[in-house]
């Protein structure tokens, strides 16, 4: 079993930094994609990025150039540094992680599921 544990949400103002890390556990982290998703009152679960496993980035045309996604395999962990934050990035931000040798894809590529940070951007 596969379980993911997000940390670093908080209150920030508009144009702060946050780096979110989520610890996965079991021994196969390195063999799988890892993607961040955010969520937002009233709306679907959004794609924000992706790495695959072979260490290939994907990223939503609105955290483009502002955010990045990086993993540690020997920590089991992946990170989500978000920069220059905007009042829209609020939401609930959850980790992801999909089977292994996995291509980046819609929410259906994913497999297991963190339980949310949530990250709040006051303007």
């Known amino acids: 079993q596969v379980q993911l544990v997000e940390s670093g949400g908080g209150l920030v103002q508009a144009g702060d930094s946050l780096r979110l890390s989520c610890a996965v556990s079991?021994?196969?982290?390195?063999?799988?994609?890892m993607g961040w998703f955010r969520q937002s009152p009233g709306k679907d679960r959004e794609f924000v990025a992706a790495m695959s496993w072979s260490r290939n980035t994907y990223y939503a045309d609105s955290v483009k150039g502002r955010f990045t996604i990086s993993r540690e395999n020997a920590k089991n962990t992946v990170y989500l540094q978000m920069n220059g934050l905007k009042p829209e990035d609020t939401a609930v931000y959850y980790c992801?992680?999909?089977?292994?040798?996995?291509?980046?894809?819609?929410?259906?590529?994913?497999?297991?599921w963190g339980q949310g940070t949530q990250v709040t951007v006051s303007s």
């Open positions: 992801a992680a999909s089977r292994e040798f996995q291509s980046p894809g819609p929410r259906s590529a994913y497999d297991y």
């Open positions: 079991g021994r196969t982290f390195s063999s799988r994609t």
